[in-house]
């Protein structure tokens, strides 16, 4: 099982991105996905998540709105736009599957700064 995060990198106050995420050695479209991020000194936190058909999303309070995870079953692929970023939105975005034991990808770094 592998998960490998893309698309990060280093924005403005009020700009976007959009991450991706490529898993690869499991049936994509039987599990929930959900993407997390980390800074360093803070616990990781939920950011987003995707049920296996992508018919339920669920958000932190924190990214409603500004935020949206979808998925790809044909490609493998969840993705997380990310729109009207902060600077507190600066982290280590990882994406995370529960295969039975949780694995974690080694996460995309998203810097939000003038």
């Known amino acids: 099982v592998q998960l490998v995060e893309s698309g990060g990198g280093l924005v403005q106050p009020g700009g976007s991105l959009r991450l991706s995420c490529a898993a690869s050695g499991f049936t994509f479209s039987d599990y929930s996905m959900s993407w997390h991020r980390q800074v360093p000194g803070k616990e990781r936190e939920f950011v987003a998540g995707i049920s296996n058909s992508g018919g339920l999303r669920n958000y932190a309070d924190s990214v409603k709105g500004r935020f949206t995870i979808s998925r790809d079953n044909a490609k493998s692929t969840v993705d997380l736009q990310m729109n009207s970023l902060k600077p507190e939105d600066t982290a280590l975005y990882v994406c995370?599957?529960?295969?039975?034991?949780?694995?974690w990808g080694q996460g995309t770094q998203v810097t939000v700064s003038s």
């Open positions: 995370r599957v529960d295969v039975g034991t949780t694995v």
